[in-house]
């Protein structure tokens, strides 16, 4: 079936953030300063797997967690604490107030934004959505909390594959936004009939080349090459794994390879090298001879998280993040039902 056409909107993608280098000792008495202030705030920090790996060590030894969207989303909704700190991406502190409209969501920028989540706007969708009325709406994590009200499904890179195999083997045909690339995988892997596609990629992931990346693995034969789905698909035709975040650091912990090569943001390093310190990693090739490179494997948006930010915004108070009523209490459902997805997978 082919898709409607969709005129996706121009994406503005920022400088990468540069901060103040510190000194061990610096970094130390800013880290103690930050524990002190969740403290005081009743706060508790939850930070992806690309943001900096200060703030991911932070995370972890303050009682907070480093994951990928989904562990995230599920270690927010079983906190005490009063206030979650995001560090992230703006769809990821969304999700969390959507889980927990109680709680107080802050986070280091608001203008962290997903190339993603900005190429899929709440209205366009609708209207997308509306030539599909017999289809079921399965988006991805990284859309706003507006797009996910219009949606039956939110899935993650790591979930979306036995979600998409269920709805298909139910006899439902899907519609999947906005990661064209995660979607033709999940659609090839699962046989799925009838998907129509919103048109959107990852500019991160959009970058990797296929052709430096074949000469790279020539140089490193021994190498296993990993690569998130969200990359393009002549880039996952040569991948030994292709997975989510946490598939692909299970992977360095996993496979007898001693070097990897690895497509997916330059923020996972930090955890692969902390779980296999042993092991080398290598970057995947990004822009390939002559072309230009907008991200260098390293999200501009997940690079506005920093100590820095994050003791301002705990010293001064920030904006927290919203979300109305009305669009919560349509966004809650697809997300409660990957939720309960996941749960019911790791029951059996
Ligand atoms: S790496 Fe890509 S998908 Fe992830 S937050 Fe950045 S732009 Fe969005």
Redo the contacts with the bound molecule.
């Keep these: 079936m082919s898709a409607a056409t969709v005129t996706l909107p121009p994406i503005s993608i920022p400088p990468h953030p540069t901060w103040p280098a510190l000194t061990a000792a610096q970094k130390g008495a800013l880290k103690q300063r930050i524990r002190a202030l969740m403290q005081q705030r009743d706060a508790v920090l939850v930070a992806h797997y690309?943001t900096d790996g200060d703030l991911q060590e932070l995370a972890e030894e303050s009682g907070g967690c480093v994951a990928d969207s989904l562990e995230m989303a599920r270690f927010g909704s079983v906190q005490q604490a009063r206030t979650l700190v995001v560090c992230g991406?703006r769809f990821m502190g969304e999700t969390a107030k959507i889980l927990n409209p109680e709680k107080e969501v802050l986070m280091p920028d608001l203008r962290a934004s997903?190339?993603?989540?900005d190429g899929c706007p709440a209205a366009l969708f609708a209207h997308f959505c509306d030539q599909y009325p017999e289809h079921t709406v399965v988006v991805y994590a990284?859309t706003s909390a507006a797009v996910k009200a219009r949606a039956d499904w939110m899935v993650t890179s790591g979930i979306a594959l036995p979600i998409v195999k269920h709805l298909s083997e139910r006899g439902e045909k899907i519609l999947w936004a906005p990661d064209r690339h995660l979607g033709r995988y999940v659609e090839k892997l699962s046989g799925a009939q009838d998907m129509v596609f919103w048109p959107g990629s990852?500019?991160?992931?959009e970058e990797f080349k296929s052709v430096a990346l074949e000469r790279l693995r020539r140089l490193h034969p021994e190498a296993a090459v990993l690569v998130h789905p969200?990359s393009p698909e002549s880039v996952i035709a040569l991948a030994d794994v292709v997975g989510s975040t946490t598939a692909l650091i299970k992977a360095v912990t996993e496979l007898p390879n001693e070097t990897f090569i690895v497509a997916t943001?330059g923020g996972i390093f930090h955890k692969m090298q902390q779980l296999a310190p042993q092991k080398r990693l290598l970057e995947a090739p990004t822009a390939g001879e002559g072309a230009t490179c907008v991200s260098c494997a390293h999200?501009p948006?997940?690079g506005m998280n920093s100590l820095h930010n994050l003791a301002t915004l705990l010293e001064q108070g920030g904006q927290p993040i919203e979300v109305s009523a009305e669009i919560r209490e349509k966004a809650v459902i697809p997300i409660r039902r990957m939720l309960d997805f996941a749960a019911a997978q790791k029951r059996v």
């Design positions: 690309y991406v997903c190339s993603l989540d990284n990852c500019v991160v992931h969200e943001d999200c948006w997940m």
